[in-house]
């Protein structure tokens, strides 16, 4: 699908807004996560850098502009339901606005880890 046919299909939200997803295209490190307005993702989708649409700002912005930390687009997808984009780029230097790697480096939570249940027959000890 092309650029025109992604801006049509695209389902923004309420407030104008698509969720973002930016991962790193070879070692699918997931990298952070922005929003974007039509505007954006056409921008995105034909000018080959991330553009998203800054919600606290109501501007445009560009990974890289001022930090140096650019995100070259690598592919772009919409999800099944059209609703939320991942884009696949190659990193310079950190993601996050904090300076580290991903928006998700140190963050993580103590979870219950689930594990899948085994389709094989217990065996008996009659």
């Known amino acids: 699908m092309d650029a025109t046919e992604a801006l049509s299909r695209a389902a923004f939200n309420s407030d104008g807004l698509l969720p973002a997803i ?35 700002r109501q501007e445009y ?3 890289g502009d001022t930090s140096g930390h650019a995100q070259y687009v690598k592919s772009a997808a919409l999800d099944c339901d059209d ?14 606005h904090t300076g580290t790697r991903t928006c998700f480096d140190g963050r993580a939570i103590d ?16």
């Open 61 to 63: 912005w560009r990974k």
């Open 111 to 126: 979870v219950v880890v689930g594990t899948v249940a085994s389709t094989e027959p217990e065996e008996s000890n009659e």
């Open 22 to 56: 930016i991962q790193q295209w070879d070692t699918r490190e997931v990298l952070m996560l922005g929003w974007m307005d039509a505007e954006a993702l056409r921008r995105t989708l034909t000018e080959g850098r991330v553009t998203f649409w800054s919600r606290s």
């Open 83 to 96: 609703d939320t984009l991942l884009v696949e780029v190659e990193q310079i230097g950190a993601a996050c």
